[in-house]
Structure formats: C-alpha cells, structure tokens
T-cell receptor, first 110, second 113 residues
Framework: GEDVEQSLFLSVREGDSSVINCTYT??????LYWYKQEPGAGLQLLTY?????DMKQDQRLTVLLNKKDKHLSLRIADTQTGDSAIYFC??????????FGAGTRLTVKP | DTEVTQTPKHLVMGMTNKKSLKCEQH?????MYWYKQKAKKPPELMFV???????INESVPSRFSPECPNSSLLNLHLHALQPEDSALYLC????????????FGSGTRLTVV
C-alpha cells in the first residue's frame, strides 16, 4: 500500500475553495509535490514545496506544510470546473523514486 | 522543449507479440522513469535510469525489458505479456538531484488481448 495517504474524493461547488489533504511518511524528503491528472492524460506537476517552508502560494494554489505532523495540504481558490481531476500528493525518496498517494478525485459542480 | 513524448499513444497486442514503447525528452534530464498505472490507482514505479544506467528495478517481471540507448531516449520492450499487464504506461524525466519534480509524458494505453 501507499506510504503517502490521501482521502479519495472531494466534491465542491464552482467558486468555492477546495482543500486536499495528504499525510506523508518520510521526514527526510527535501521536496513535496502536488500533481494533477486529467482523464486519459499523464501527470502534470502543479506545485512543490521545500521542506523548510511552511507555505507556498502560486496564483490560486496555496500549499501548507506541517512538518511536525507530516501533513501537506493543497488549497485551490475559486475552484473551476476545469479543476476537476485527480490530485496526487508525492514525496521523493533517496533514490530519485517518487512515491505517490492514492490520489484525490476532485469533482467541481456548476 | 519542455515535454516528454511517448509513442504510441495506444497499443493493442496479443500475448505472443513483441512490441516496444518509446519515450523521448530534450530537457537535458539525466534521470528517466517508467511507471505503470492501473485505472483509479496511483502510478507504480517500474524502473529508474540515472545517467543512462538502470538504478532501480522494482521487481518487475522479465517480460518487461527497459533500455536507455542515450540520455534522451528510453524504451520499454514488451514480450509475452498477460492481460493483467493492460494499463497506462507513463514515462517521466527529471534532474538527477534537486528541485523540479518529474515531467511526465501523456502515456501509452496498452491493452493485452
């Protein structure tokens, strides 16, 4: 099973904020990542955060990192229907291997 | 060029066939990866190449054979596959160390009949 844990589903209304949560295991990970996957496509790197940061903001995306609790979250402001996708949290291991959570399926309702 | 290109996009093969999946990048990345993704599951790591050398093989059956002919190309040779090998096969590349994460291709959807 995955060492990185995420809730599987999230449904929001268009214009609301979405918050996707993740718990990771490897406290030595230097970077933590969020990827987006739309149906039938590969994974798109959305954003990442350096492990000595608490927060990173990039336009509508805000990443929060609680290193003590090994908790990572992704907030999407003003969620749009085009944001509907699967969002994967990931941590990078020592051997360049990226470990993914199970993915959270975000559904945005009009 | 900031893309990873995978060909073919779709592939249907019989269990006795031999086929190859191809992956190409021109970003100067020296680490390349093969992942397998089943429906509604996260990608599972198969192989990692670092500086054109195989550095990780995640106990993948020998019917999958990776090859890295040069720093821009990564192949996955397929032989005697089983129907349960049907999946989306994703290639990715990255810098060997440091920031940037992976750049993924759009994948090859493989169906074994």
């Amino acid at each position: 099973g995955e060492d990185v844990e995420q809730s599987l589903f999230l449904s929001v209304r268009e214009g609301d904020s979405s918050v996707i949560n993740c718990t990771y295991t490897d406290s030595s990970s230097t970077y933590l990542y969020w990827y987006k996957q739309e149906p039938g496509a590969g994974l798109q790197l959305l954003t990442y955060i350096f492990s000595n940061m608490d927060m990173k903001q990039d336009q509508r995306l805000t990443v929060l990192l609680n290193k003590k609790d090994k908790h990572l979250s992704l907030r999407i402001a003003d969620t749009q229907t085009g944001d509907s996708a699967i969002y994967f949290c990931a941590e990078e291991g020592n051997n360049n291997d990226m470990r993914f959570g199970a993915g959270t399926r975000l559904t945005v309702k009009p | 060029d900031t893309e990873v290109t995978q060909t073919p996009k779709h592939l249907v093969m019989g269990m006795t066939n031999k086929k190859s999946l191809k992956c190409e990048q021109h970003m100067g990345h020296r680490a390349m990866y093969w992942y397998k993704q089943k429906a509604k599951k996260p990608p599972e790591l198969m192989f990692v190449y670092s500086y054109e050398k195989l550095s990780i093989n995640e106990s993948v059956p020998s019917r999958f054979s990776p090859e890295c002919p040069n720093s821009s190309l990564l192949n996955l040779h397929l032989h005697a596959l089983q129907p349960e090998d049907s999946a989306l096969y994703l290639c990715a590349s990255s810098q060997v160390k440091g920031v940037g994460g992976y750049t993924f291709g759009s994948g090859t959807r493989l169906t074994v009949v």
